[in-house]
Each structure stands twice: as C-alpha cells, then as structure tokens.
C-alpha cells in the first residue's frame, strides 16, 4: 500500500548502529529498548506486544561474513513480478562452488511445474554492504545453467520463447535437460538465459541470520537471505539488490512443522517438488496485522507495520515504525496513515490475488531521532505541520498542511493494491500486499499495481476500539526509552547528505 515517496535531501545520522557491521564478526540483537505508550489498554493489546517483542522470543544473531555453506530450501511457493512462481533449493559448498535449483510453476500454490533451472557457478562473500546495512555483498560467477521442462505445453512455450530469443534450432523434449548456457562452450556466444529473464543478481547480497531459540542451541534455526529480483524483467540482469527476498531455511535445522522444507529438499532437476494442495483463502482484511519481523526496504530504511481494517466502513489504518539498523531497535520515526478502501475484486493478472484501491486522507508523523526533527524544522517550511515546531517524539498532525513536503508525502493519495491471504506452518492467518515497483514509484495508476508481494504480516488481536491512534494525540507512538540512551552514548556524529527514498507499507 503506501509509500511515502520522500525524494527529499535529508540529513543522516549514522547511529553506532552502522558501526557493528563493518570488522567482520557476530553481531547479536538484544530485546528491543523501547517502551511504546498505547495508552490504557496496551496490557491487552496482542498486537502492540508482537511488534515489541519481534526480537527477544528468539535471540537472533548474524555473521559477518556468513558462512552459506550447506543446502537451503523455500518454505512456501514463492510469488515474484510477473506473477513468476517458484521454488529455490540451493546448493552451497565450502569450496565456493555452488548449485542452484529453481523450480517454475503455472499455479499459485506449486502444484504444477512447468520448467526447472539447474545453475552451477562459484560464490564469495565479500565486505558489508553499504547499500543493505546488515547484508554481506558477494561475487559470482556462473559456469553453467541447464534447463529441463515437465509438460509437453511447457516445452512447446519455452521453444518459441527461446528460437525468438537465442535462435533455438534444437527440440525440446519434457524431461529431457537443454544446456541454456556454459562457460566457454561453443554455444556460450549464444546466451539463452536471456530469454527467461534469467538472473542470479540475487547472490550478490546475502544475511544468515541464526535464531536461538529457548537458549537451547541444538535448537537453532538458521535463515538465508538472498537479494531481491527487479520488478521490472528488463531491469533483472542489472539489478545490485537493496532488499531481500523471503529466506531460505537450512536443511539440517528446518522447524518440522515444515512439511514444505522436506518435499523440497528431496527435489532434484527432474524431480520437482509437488506441495501438498490447498485452496486459495477468501479475502478478509477485518482486524489487526502486524509484521513478523524487522523488515527491510531499498535504501537505507528498516521498519515494522500495523494495519487495522475496518471492515464495516471500509476504513483503514496504517502505522508504519522506521528503523535506522536492521534489528529495528533504533528509532527514526513513525508515520499514522488512515484513509478507506475500495471492494476487492479478483485478479486477473495474478492467480490467487485480489485488487484493491486504497486512499490516505490523514497523517500524522512523529520524529524519533535528532536527525529527523531537524530534517522536518530544516526543511519542511510551511508545508508540513508548524513550521519550526517539530520536537523529539511528540507527534504532530499534517492532514491541514495536506502532507509533509520534506517527506514527500501529498495528501490525498491513492495506490493500486495487491492483496492475498496465506497461513503460516503453525496455522496463523497471514496478509501480504503488494511489492512496491523497485524504482522507488508509487503504484498511483491501475498499470503500476504489483504483480508479488511484500513480506506478510500476521493477524493479531487488539483489545482497542476506534481509532487506534489518528485523531488522538499523543497516543499510539513510541515513547524514547533506553535504545534512545544507548543511541545517544555512542552517537557517531558523521553526517551525510542523501537522496532517500522512504518507503511505507
Ligand atoms: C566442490 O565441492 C563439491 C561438493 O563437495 C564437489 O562436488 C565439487 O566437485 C567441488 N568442486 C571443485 C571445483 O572442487
Ligand atoms: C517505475 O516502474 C513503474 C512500474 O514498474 C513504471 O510504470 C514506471 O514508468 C517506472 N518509472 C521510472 C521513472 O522508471
């Protein structure tokens, strides 16, 4: 849904944060510092305690550079523009080399392959990415990629698509393998991955991130995180990630409710993995959604979301929390979004989805760092709340200045959404909207509208009635607690001007 395109020049504080990820070593999270004030019913308010506690359930922690060896496997039928849908099994190996297998589908659920891509090459992880504060930049180079399809009507598509492509003169056969490209073969004049929109740009930006759980390390689940994949095909092959896509799970430590992980690490090139059949869910936004994890957006941005939906008055609220590290633990500011929302109607472009039109007509912001409450008394003149009066925490209202123009913001807005229901192996009802255009556009027109989604945010229950924040001062907004302290002990003053590209739902 939203974005707050703020295409301003602002001031960036680096926070001792930026300073964990530079000598390679293990940077530990620890429960998140902040104390939120949701006024009187926030003991009962499911919702507010998950995004507190994203952290301290689980311990997590993240090596610098992370060792990738081993075989990771996608825990669900992964969505990516298009609609492309798949599934990865990738191979890493100490020696560097690595195979990568991906699995293509004709349906939502992974129920039909239509083709499956065998990539072979060498990977290795470099320094700390300046682009994704927590991610590992890494080099590859790919020596080989085999293609084999599973229909008959697979390989008569992949035919035409390949003879236009790369001049194909040999048949397709289902089952059979098609080398599509090799390293100093006598085709590797002729690239036939092109076709395909074929990339691997994914492994240039990786995170492991390893999850304690109950202080029992026999226990620990580790997760890979590979770049993201250009919405746009044309785009992909030079494409330098500034986000991730949904992680990988590790074969030896895969929770065993995941029936997924296990049918897909037995799969190989002509065995694809068949997952267990399901219906789609009906659309029911009504209720509280917030996110299951730290979540990371292109730029320099983490965040975690709350949506409340209305269902009645087709009115909906968003309260977006940003972050200037990737555990979310240091503050930047917060954004209270509220507006209505249109019926959804089933997608044609994308099986499994729903349309939707959404419109914010209120806004409220609140600075949470030094950084931004200069920003917005710097910059923001007379359109963006009072002028000169923006002060460390205390929110303010910028429906009367119709936005905030340092942040970008202009209200009314309005955005073509993507939306679609999914449950998570432990049976909690999951909503993913759509992913935002990679470029950092706004989806403000019917083309624009997403064909994947963005990381999906779990159902909660809020004992809150009305308004959860907008129309209610001082409510609903992080209160500074001891991450503010620690922010402030170990403040590195380097101040940078940048272009930034904030980015919301
Ligand atoms: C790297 O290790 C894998 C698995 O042990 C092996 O199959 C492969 O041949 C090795 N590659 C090289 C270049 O040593
Ligand atoms: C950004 O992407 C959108 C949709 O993917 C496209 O319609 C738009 O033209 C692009 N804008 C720019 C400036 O490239």
Redesign the pocket.
């Known amino acids: 849904m939203f974005l707050w395109c703020y295409t301003a020049t602002v001031l960036v504080l680096l926070s001792a944060g930026w300073c964990e990820r530079l000598p390679p070593h293990l940077v530990s999270s620890s429960p998140v510092h902040l104390e939120k004030s949701f006024g009187r019913h926030s003991r009962l308010n499911q919702c507010h305690y998950m995004l507190r506690h994203l952290q301290d359930g689980d311990r997590i922690s993240v090596h610098m550079p992370p060792d990738i060896a081993g075989h990771w496997v996608s825990d669900s039928c992964e969505v990516r523009s298009g609609p492309e849908f798949l599934i990865r099994s990738y191979h890493f190996?100490?020696?560097h080399?690595f195979q990568a297998l991906q699995f293509y589908y004709r349906d939502n659920h992974c129920l039909e392959p239509s083709y499956t891509l065998l990539t072979q090459g060498t990977i290795h992880p470099r320094q700390a990415s300046w682009v994704v504060r927590g991610g590992t930049e890494a080099d590859f180079q790919l020596s080989r990629v085999l293609l084999v399809s599973h229909t008959p009507a697979a390989a008569e598509e992949l035919q035409v698509k390949l003879e236009q492509s790369c001049g194909l003169m040999k048949r397709l056969d289902p089952g059979l393998s098609y080398e599509l490209w090799a390293d100093g073969s006598e085709h590797s004049s002729r690239d036939c991955t092109r076709g395909l929109d074929f990339s691997m740009q994914e492994l240039q930006l990786l995170r492991m991130e390893r999850r304690h759980r109950h202080g029992d390390p026999t226990t620990d689940a580790e997760e890979l995180f590979l770049g993201d994949v250009h919405t746009e095909h044309a785009q992909r092959r030079l494409h330098k990630p500034s986000g991730y896509q949904p992680p990988l799970q590790s074969v030896k430590t895969y929770d065993a409710s995941c029936v997924i992980c296990q049918i897909v690490s037995e799969a190989d090139l002509y065995n694809p993995p068949v997952l267990p059949s399901q219906n789609d869910r009906p659309l029911r936004l009504y209720g509280n959604w917030v996110s299951r994890r730290c979540e990371v957006r292109p730029g320099v941005l983490f965040l975690t979301r709350h949506f409340v939906f209305y269902e009645d008055s087709n009115i909906w609220e968003g309260h977006y929390y940003h972050f200037s590290d990737p555990v979310c633990r240091h503050p930047t500011f917060s954004i209270s979004a509220r507006g209505h929302y249109s019926q959804g109607v089933p997608s044609t472009v994308v099986m499994g989805g729903t349309e939707l039109t959404f419109t914010v007509t209120h806004m409220k912001v609140t600075p949470m760092d030094m950084a931004t409450t200069s920003i917005l008394n710097v910059f923001s003149g007379d359109k963006c709340g009072k002028q000169g009066s923006w002060k460390l925490g205390v929110q303010q209202d910028v429906t009367p200045t119709l936005g905030c123009a340092a942040l970008g913001i202009r209200l009314p807005h309005t955005e073509y959404e993507l939306f679609r229901m999914g449950r998570d192996s432990a049976g909690h009802s999951l909503l993913f909207n759509g992913q935002r255009p990679t470029n950092g556009s706004s989806p403000d027109q019917p083309h624009k509208r997403a064909t994947s989604y963005q990381p999906p945010l779990i159902h909660c229950i809020s004992s809150q009635k009305g308004s959860t924040g907008i129309g209610k001062e001082g409510d609903h907004h992080f209160r500074l607690g001891n991450g503010y302290k620690t922010l402030d002990q170990h403040l590195v003053f380097i101040i940078v001007l940048v272009k930034l590209v904030f980015w919301s739902i």
């Open positions: 190996y100490s020696n080399t």
